[in-house]
Protein backbone atom coordinates (compact mmCIF):
# COMPACT_ATOMS: atom_id res chain seq x y z
CA UNK A 1 0.00 0.00 0.00
CA UNK A 2 1.84 3.36 -0.83
CA UNK A 3 0.51 6.95 0.38
CA UNK A 4 0.00 9.28 -2.05
CA UNK A 5 -1.95 11.80 -0.44
CA UNK A 6 -2.90 13.45 3.40
CA UNK A 7 -6.38 15.37 3.46
CA UNK A 8 -6.46 18.13 6.10
CA UNK A 9 -10.22 18.36 7.03
CA UNK A 10 -10.82 21.17 9.51
CA UNK A 11 -14.54 22.37 10.38
CA UNK A 12 -13.19 25.90 10.31
CA UNK A 13 -12.32 25.48 6.92
CA UNK A 14 -15.38 23.91 5.54
CA UNK A 15 -17.80 26.39 3.68
CA UNK A 16 -20.69 27.35 5.96
CA UNK A 17 -23.28 26.84 2.73
CA UNK A 18 -21.92 23.18 2.74
CA UNK A 19 -22.81 22.62 6.12
CA UNK A 20 -26.14 20.87 6.26
CA UNK A 21 -28.07 19.75 9.38
CA UNK A 22 -30.64 16.51 9.28
CA UNK A 23 -31.72 14.67 12.21
CA UNK A 24 -28.94 16.93 14.20
CA UNK A 25 -26.32 15.71 12.16
CA UNK A 26 -24.00 17.66 10.49
CA UNK A 27 -22.08 16.85 7.62
CA UNK A 28 -19.21 18.85 6.41
CA UNK A 29 -18.29 18.55 2.53
CA UNK A 30 -15.17 20.21 0.04
CA UNK A 31 -13.80 19.71 -3.17
CA UNK A 32 -10.52 18.24 -3.80
CA UNK A 33 -8.68 21.04 -6.53
CA UNK A 34 -6.74 18.22 -7.91
CA UNK A 35 -9.27 15.06 -7.86
CA UNK A 36 -7.02 11.54 -7.13
CA UNK A 37 -8.07 8.78 -9.54
CA UNK A 38 -6.07 5.02 -10.19
CA UNK A 39 -4.55 4.99 -13.14
CA UNK A 40 -6.09 1.32 -14.39
CA UNK A 41 -9.61 -0.34 -13.59
CA UNK A 42 -7.88 -2.81 -10.94
CA UNK A 43 -6.02 -0.46 -9.08
CA UNK A 44 -7.65 0.64 -5.87
CA UNK A 45 -7.87 4.27 -3.91
CA UNK A 46 -8.12 3.36 0.06
CA UNK A 47 -8.79 5.86 3.08
CA UNK A 48 -7.40 5.91 6.15
CA UNK A 49 -7.46 7.76 9.57
CA UNK A 50 -4.71 9.17 10.65
CA UNK A 51 -5.59 11.18 13.37
CA UNK A 52 -8.51 13.24 14.77
CA UNK A 53 -8.53 16.39 16.85
CA UNK A 54 -11.97 17.78 18.04
CA UNK A 55 -12.76 19.75 21.38
CA UNK A 56 -15.80 17.97 23.07
CA UNK A 57 -18.84 20.05 22.52
CA UNK A 58 -20.83 16.52 21.76
CA UNK A 59 -24.26 17.08 23.85
CA UNK A 60 -26.49 14.09 24.24
CA UNK A 61 -29.84 15.70 24.79
CA UNK A 62 -31.71 16.47 21.50
CA UNK A 63 -34.10 18.21 19.97
CA UNK A 64 -36.01 14.58 20.24
CA UNK A 65 -36.43 14.88 23.60
CA UNK A 66 -38.75 16.98 25.37
CA UNK A 67 -40.42 18.49 28.75
CA UNK A 68 -44.36 18.43 28.87
CA UNK A 69 -45.44 20.88 31.43
CA UNK A 70 -48.43 22.07 32.40
CA UNK A 71 -50.77 23.36 34.86
CA UNK A 72 -54.11 22.15 36.08
CA UNK A 73 -56.67 25.16 37.46
CA UNK A 74 -59.94 24.68 38.08
CA UNK A 75 -63.34 27.37 39.28
CA UNK A 76 -63.93 28.65 42.55
CA UNK A 77 -66.08 25.75 43.79
CA UNK A 78 -63.36 23.22 41.93
CA UNK A 79 -66.04 21.87 39.66
CA UNK A 80 -65.11 22.63 36.49
CA UNK A 81 -61.41 21.55 35.98
CA UNK A 82 -59.24 22.24 33.02
CA UNK A 83 -55.34 21.85 32.19
CA UNK A 84 -52.78 23.60 29.78
CA UNK A 85 -49.67 21.11 29.07
CA UNK A 86 -47.06 22.97 26.89
CA UNK A 87 -44.03 20.90 25.06
CA UNK A 88 -40.69 22.54 25.94
CA UNK A 89 -38.46 20.81 23.32
CA UNK A 90 -34.42 20.43 24.38
CA UNK A 91 -31.87 21.75 22.35
CA UNK A 92 -28.80 20.14 21.37
CA UNK A 93 -27.42 20.13 25.04
CA UNK A 94 -24.98 17.98 27.06
CA UNK A 95 -25.70 16.33 30.02
CA UNK A 96 -23.72 18.12 32.79
CA UNK A 97 -25.63 19.49 35.58
CA UNK A 98 -24.88 23.08 35.46
CA UNK A 99 -24.94 23.37 31.54
CA UNK A 100 -27.89 21.32 31.80
CA UNK A 101 -29.55 23.02 34.04
CA UNK A 102 -28.81 26.47 32.23
CA UNK A 103 -30.37 25.04 29.06
CA UNK A 104 -34.04 24.46 31.05
CA UNK A 105 -33.69 28.02 32.62
CA UNK A 106 -32.31 29.81 29.59
CA UNK A 107 -33.44 27.59 26.29
CA UNK A 108 -35.64 25.63 26.02
CA UNK A 109 -39.01 27.36 24.85
CA UNK A 110 -42.65 26.19 24.13
CA UNK A 111 -45.12 26.85 21.25
CA UNK A 112 -45.68 30.14 22.13
CA UNK A 113 -41.99 30.80 22.43
CA UNK A 114 -41.13 31.48 25.69
CA UNK A 115 -39.15 30.18 27.87
CA UNK A 116 -41.08 28.18 31.37
CA UNK A 117 -40.19 31.36 33.28
CA UNK A 118 -42.27 33.38 31.29
CA UNK A 119 -45.11 31.15 30.07
CA UNK A 120 -48.24 32.73 31.53
CA UNK A 121 -52.14 32.55 31.15
CA UNK A 122 -54.27 36.03 31.58
CA UNK A 123 -57.57 36.09 33.08
CA UNK A 124 -58.13 37.37 29.76
CA UNK A 125 -57.02 34.32 27.97
CA UNK A 126 -59.49 32.34 30.27
CA UNK A 127 -62.64 34.72 29.51
CA UNK A 128 -62.73 37.17 32.43
CA UNK A 129 -63.23 40.67 31.24
CA UNK A 130 -63.19 42.98 34.45
CA UNK A 131 -60.44 45.17 35.06
CA UNK A 132 -57.95 42.83 35.95
CA UNK A 133 -56.40 42.57 32.71
CA UNK A 134 -52.91 42.58 33.98
CA UNK A 135 -53.13 39.56 36.65
CA UNK A 136 -52.15 36.65 35.15
CA UNK A 137 -50.65 33.01 36.58
CA UNK A 138 -47.42 31.01 35.33
CA UNK A 139 -48.09 28.06 33.79
CA UNK A 140 -45.03 26.10 35.03
CA UNK A 141 -42.10 25.99 37.08
CA UNK A 142 -39.71 28.74 36.93
CA UNK A 143 -36.09 27.08 36.84
CA UNK A 144 -34.23 23.72 37.24
CA UNK A 145 -31.78 23.51 39.82
CA UNK A 146 -29.13 21.17 40.92
CA UNK A 147 -28.34 19.63 44.24
CA UNK A 148 -24.60 19.19 44.77
CA UNK A 149 -25.59 17.50 48.17
CA UNK A 150 -27.76 14.61 47.03
CA UNK A 151 -27.53 14.66 43.04
CA UNK A 152 -30.93 15.59 42.61
CA UNK A 153 -32.51 18.02 40.33
CA UNK A 154 -35.57 20.14 41.52
CA UNK A 155 -37.93 22.42 39.90
CA UNK A 156 -38.61 25.63 41.72
CA UNK A 157 -40.99 28.85 41.47
CA UNK A 158 -40.95 32.02 43.26
CA UNK A 159 -44.10 32.82 44.89
CA UNK A 160 -46.86 34.84 42.74
CA UNK A 161 -50.03 35.87 43.17
CA UNK A 162 -53.34 37.33 41.18
CA UNK A 163 -56.38 38.89 41.70
CA UNK A 164 -59.61 38.68 40.55
CA UNK A 165 -63.15 40.52 40.75
CA UNK A 166 -65.38 39.02 43.54
CA UNK A 167 -68.73 38.94 41.63
CA UNK A 168 -67.02 38.00 38.29
CA UNK A 169 -65.34 34.83 40.49
CA UNK A 170 -68.42 33.98 41.78
CA UNK A 171 -70.95 34.22 38.59
CA UNK A 172 -68.86 32.16 36.36
CA UNK A 173 -67.73 28.82 36.46
CA UNK A 174 -64.90 29.16 34.35
CA UNK A 175 -61.81 27.81 35.81
CA UNK A 176 -58.88 30.41 36.57
CA UNK A 177 -57.44 29.02 39.96
CA UNK A 178 -54.14 26.96 39.19
CA UNK A 179 -54.37 23.71 41.52
CA UNK A 180 -51.56 21.76 40.23
CA UNK A 181 -48.26 21.54 38.44
CA UNK A 182 -48.44 19.21 35.61
CA UNK A 183 -45.79 16.80 34.20
CA UNK A 184 -47.11 14.63 31.75
CA UNK A 185 -45.47 11.15 30.96
CA UNK A 186 -44.94 10.03 27.43
CA UNK A 187 -42.79 7.81 25.42
CA UNK A 188 -40.79 9.82 23.73
CA UNK A 189 -39.70 11.56 27.72
CA UNK A 190 -39.10 8.29 29.28
CA UNK A 191 -34.95 8.76 28.41
CA UNK A 192 -34.89 12.55 29.34
CA UNK A 193 -36.76 11.74 32.58
CA UNK A 194 -34.89 9.13 33.65
CA UNK A 195 -31.86 10.44 32.96
CA UNK A 196 -32.95 13.34 35.37
CA UNK A 197 -34.34 11.32 37.86
CA UNK A 198 -37.64 12.16 37.09
CA UNK A 199 -39.48 9.46 36.36
CA UNK A 200 -38.57 5.61 36.45
CA UNK A 201 -40.43 2.67 35.26
CA UNK A 202 -42.53 0.95 38.33
CA UNK A 203 -43.46 5.01 39.71
CA UNK A 204 -46.44 5.61 40.47
CA UNK A 205 -48.48 8.55 38.70
CA UNK A 206 -52.15 9.96 37.74
CA UNK A 207 -54.46 9.78 35.06
CA UNK A 208 -56.34 12.86 33.29
CA UNK A 209 -60.04 12.37 32.04
CA UNK A 210 -58.33 11.36 28.83
CA UNK A 211 -55.83 8.29 30.69
CA UNK A 212 -52.57 10.73 29.82
CA UNK A 213 -50.37 9.66 32.85
CA UNK A 214 -48.75 12.51 34.87
CA UNK A 215 -47.41 13.62 37.62
CA UNK A 216 -49.10 15.99 39.83
CA UNK A 217 -47.34 18.71 42.43
CA UNK A 218 -50.39 20.46 44.80
CA UNK A 219 -49.95 24.21 44.94
CA UNK A 220 -50.78 26.09 48.33
CA UNK A 221 -52.45 29.23 48.09
CA UNK A 222 -54.26 31.81 50.51
CA UNK A 223 -56.79 34.31 49.90
CA UNK A 224 -57.35 38.29 50.63
CA UNK A 225 -60.26 40.21 49.88
CA UNK A 226 -59.77 43.85 48.69
CA UNK A 227 -61.56 46.89 47.38
CA UNK A 228 -60.16 48.56 45.28
CA UNK A 229 -62.48 52.11 43.68
CA UNK A 230 -64.95 50.46 45.04
CA UNK A 231 -64.99 47.25 43.19
CA UNK A 232 -64.14 43.80 45.98
CA UNK A 233 -61.53 41.32 44.52
CA UNK A 234 -60.70 38.40 45.98
CA UNK A 235 -56.30 37.90 45.49
CA UNK A 236 -54.58 34.64 45.37
CA UNK A 237 -51.22 34.45 47.05
CA UNK A 238 -49.50 31.31 46.10
CA UNK A 239 -46.50 29.79 48.00
CA UNK A 240 -42.98 28.90 46.89
CA UNK A 241 -42.98 25.71 45.15
CA UNK A 242 -40.19 23.72 44.86
CA UNK A 243 -40.64 20.04 43.50
CA UNK A 244 -37.73 17.52 44.35
CA UNK A 245 -37.17 14.55 42.20
CA UNK A 246 -37.35 10.72 43.30
CA UNK A 247 -33.65 9.61 42.14
CA UNK A 248 -30.86 11.46 41.63
CA UNK A 249 -29.28 12.38 37.82
CA UNK A 250 -27.82 9.63 35.89
CA UNK A 251 -26.27 11.58 33.03
CA UNK A 252 -24.74 9.78 30.41
CA UNK A 253 -21.82 11.36 28.10
CA UNK A 254 -21.13 10.28 25.13
CA UNK A 255 -19.21 7.22 24.68
CA UNK A 256 -17.79 7.50 20.97
CA UNK A 257 -18.76 8.95 17.63
CA UNK A 258 -18.15 7.54 14.53
CA UNK A 259 -16.86 9.23 11.35
CA UNK A 260 -18.57 8.11 8.54
CA UNK A 261 -17.29 9.13 4.55
CA UNK A 262 -20.02 9.03 1.72
CA UNK A 263 -17.11 8.42 -0.86
CA UNK A 264 -16.13 4.80 0.23
CA UNK A 265 -17.46 1.75 -0.10
CA UNK A 266 -19.74 0.14 3.07
CA UNK A 267 -17.14 -2.44 4.88
CA UNK A 268 -16.99 -1.70 8.27
CA UNK A 269 -19.86 -3.36 11.00
CA UNK A 270 -20.79 -0.14 13.17
CA UNK A 271 -23.23 -0.07 16.02
CA UNK A 272 -26.27 1.94 16.03
CA UNK A 273 -29.53 1.43 18.88
CA UNK A 274 -30.34 -1.53 17.24
CA UNK A 275 -28.13 -3.89 15.76
CA UNK A 276 -24.35 -4.41 14.00
CA UNK A 277 -24.60 -3.55 10.53
CA UNK A 278 -22.37 -2.58 7.51
CA UNK A 279 -21.31 1.00 6.96
CA UNK A 280 -19.68 3.59 5.69
CA UNK A 281 -17.61 4.02 8.58
CA UNK A 282 -14.17 5.58 8.52
CA UNK A 283 -13.21 5.65 12.00
CA UNK A 284 -14.91 4.98 15.41
CA UNK A 285 -13.86 7.79 18.09
CA UNK A 286 -14.06 7.09 21.89
CA UNK A 287 -14.38 10.27 23.79
CA UNK A 288 -11.76 10.20 26.57
CA UNK A 289 -11.85 14.06 27.35
CA UNK A 290 -14.39 16.03 29.68
CA UNK A 291 -16.81 18.27 27.99
CA UNK A 292 -15.35 21.70 27.28
CA UNK A 293 -11.47 19.79 26.94
CA UNK A 294 -9.91 19.07 22.97
CA UNK A 295 -8.69 15.48 22.80
CA UNK A 296 -6.61 13.88 19.92
CA UNK A 297 -7.68 10.44 18.62
CA UNK A 298 -4.55 8.29 16.98
CA UNK A 299 -5.58 4.58 16.00
CA UNK A 300 -3.14 1.88 16.75
CA UNK A 301 -3.14 1.13 13.65
CA UNK A 302 -4.41 2.34 9.90
CA UNK A 303 -7.69 0.59 8.74
CA UNK A 304 -8.38 0.84 4.64
CA UNK A 305 -11.50 1.84 3.35
CA UNK A 306 -11.94 1.55 -0.52
CA UNK A 307 -12.82 4.23 -2.46
CA UNK A 308 -15.98 4.21 -4.85
CA UNK A 309 -14.92 3.67 -8.19
CA UNK A 310 -11.04 3.92 -7.61
CA UNK A 311 -11.96 7.81 -8.05
CA UNK A 312 -11.83 10.77 -5.10
CA UNK A 313 -12.99 14.53 -6.31
CA UNK A 314 -14.65 15.68 -2.98
CA UNK A 315 -15.28 14.67 0.57
CA UNK A 316 -18.03 13.94 2.24
CA UNK A 317 -17.84 13.34 6.00
CA UNK A 318 -20.18 13.38 8.84
CA UNK A 319 -20.02 12.83 12.43
CA UNK A 320 -22.90 10.30 14.14
CA UNK A 321 -24.00 8.89 17.19
CA UNK A 322 -25.18 5.64 17.32
CA UNK A 323 -28.96 7.47 17.47
CA UNK A 324 -27.67 10.06 14.61
CA UNK A 325 -29.81 12.58 17.47
CA UNK A 326 -26.22 14.38 18.03
CA UNK A 327 -25.71 18.06 16.91
CA UNK A 328 -21.60 18.12 15.87
CA UNK A 329 -21.72 21.26 14.49
CA UNK A 330 -20.74 22.42 17.72
CA UNK A 331 -17.62 21.05 18.08
CA UNK A 332 -14.55 21.99 16.41
CA UNK A 333 -12.64 19.11 14.45
CA UNK A 334 -9.29 18.91 12.72
CA UNK A 335 -9.13 15.22 10.69
CA UNK A 336 -6.17 14.08 8.77
CA UNK A 337 -6.84 11.11 6.39
CA UNK A 338 -4.51 9.06 4.39
CA UNK A 339 -5.22 8.60 0.70
CA UNK A 340 -3.66 5.44 -0.47
CA UNK A 341 -3.34 2.91 -3.72
CA UNK A 342 -2.92 -0.25 -4.04
CA UNK A 343 1.05 -1.05 -5.02
CA UNK A 344 0.91 -3.45 -9.03
CA UNK A 345 4.39 -2.85 -10.50
CA UNK A 346 3.27 -5.00 -13.17
CA UNK A 347 -0.54 -3.36 -13.96
CA UNK A 348 1.24 -1.95 -17.58
CA UNK A 349 0.97 -5.76 -18.94
CA UNK A 350 -2.94 -6.33 -17.77
CA UNK A 351 -4.83 -7.67 -20.31
CA UNK A 352 -7.87 -9.23 -20.33
CA UNK A 353 -10.96 -9.34 -18.07
CA UNK A 354 -10.57 -9.39 -14.80
CA UNK A 355 -11.33 -12.96 -13.83
CA UNK A 356 -8.56 -14.25 -15.58
CA UNK A 357 -5.90 -12.26 -13.78
CA UNK A 358 -7.32 -13.20 -10.58
CA UNK A 359 -7.54 -17.19 -10.82
CA UNK A 360 -5.07 -19.59 -12.07
CA UNK A 361 -6.63 -21.74 -15.01
CA UNK A 362 -7.46 -24.77 -13.40
CA UNK A 363 -7.07 -28.42 -15.29
CA UNK A 364 -10.62 -29.10 -17.30
CA UNK A 365 -11.56 -31.73 -19.81
CA UNK A 366 -9.16 -29.77 -22.65
CA UNK A 367 -6.17 -29.79 -20.79
CA UNK A 368 -6.44 -33.00 -19.11
CA UNK A 369 -4.37 -35.20 -21.48
CA UNK A 370 -1.58 -32.11 -21.77
CA UNK A 371 -0.78 -30.52 -18.39
CA UNK A 372 1.44 -32.57 -16.57
CA UNK A 373 0.13 -33.43 -12.55
CA UNK A 374 2.89 -31.17 -11.01
CA UNK A 375 1.93 -28.13 -13.34
CA UNK A 376 -1.67 -28.31 -11.99
CA UNK A 377 -2.95 -24.46 -10.79
CA UNK A 378 -1.83 -25.40 -7.43
CA UNK A 379 1.56 -26.29 -8.38
CA UNK A 380 1.94 -23.30 -11.19
CA UNK A 381 4.03 -20.15 -9.99
CA UNK A 382 2.37 -16.57 -10.38
CA UNK A 383 3.31 -13.74 -11.86
CA UNK A 384 3.69 -10.66 -9.55
CA UNK A 385 0.84 -9.57 -11.17
CA UNK A 386 -1.22 -11.74 -9.95
CA UNK A 387 0.36 -12.21 -6.41
CA UNK A 388 -0.66 -8.35 -6.49
CA UNK A 389 -3.67 -9.21 -7.46
CA UNK A 390 -5.01 -12.11 -5.56
CA UNK A 391 -1.96 -12.67 -3.02
CA UNK A 392 -1.08 -16.48 -2.70
CA UNK A 393 -4.12 -18.18 -3.13
CA UNK A 394 -4.13 -20.14 -6.02
CA UNK A 395 -7.84 -21.32 -6.14
CA UNK A 396 -8.65 -21.43 -9.75
CA UNK A 397 -12.03 -20.17 -10.84
CA UNK A 398 -13.70 -23.73 -11.31
CA UNK A 399 -13.23 -24.76 -7.25
CA UNK A 400 -13.48 -28.83 -8.79
CA UNK A 401 -10.97 -29.64 -10.52
CA UNK A 402 -11.06 -32.47 -12.11
CA UNK A 403 -8.42 -35.04 -12.04
CA UNK A 404 -7.16 -36.31 -15.21
CA UNK A 405 -7.08 -40.19 -16.36
CA UNK A 406 -4.03 -42.07 -15.69
Not at 4 to 12: D, E, G, K, T
Not at 288 to 301: A, K, L, V
Not at 327 to 337: A, G, H, R
Not at 385 to 402: C, P, S, T, V, W
Amino acid sequence: MEEIALLFCSSRDTSRQSQQANLGVSRYQTVLDTPLAVDHQLEELFLSLKSFTFTNFFYNSSKSQAFYLGVEYSDYSNSNVSKKVYSYQCSEGYFDENSFQDEYNNFLINSKGDLPRESTLTLTELGYTGSHSDSYFPTTFATLQYTTKNGKFFFQRDPFSFKVREDEMRSYNKPFIPRKYIIELYAETYDLYDNLGIYRPGDNYMLDDNNIRQIEIPLKYKTISQTVGGVKYIKFEYDEVIYEVNYPCYLRPLDYIDLKCENVESTNYSSNSVQLSVSKTLARIPIMSQFGQTQTYIPQYATYVPVISGKLSSLLLTLEDSKNEVNMQKSPFLCEIVVSQKSMKDITNAEGNVNELRHLPPVTFDNRMTQDKLEFAQRQDMSSLQRDLYGENKQGMNKRIRRPYI
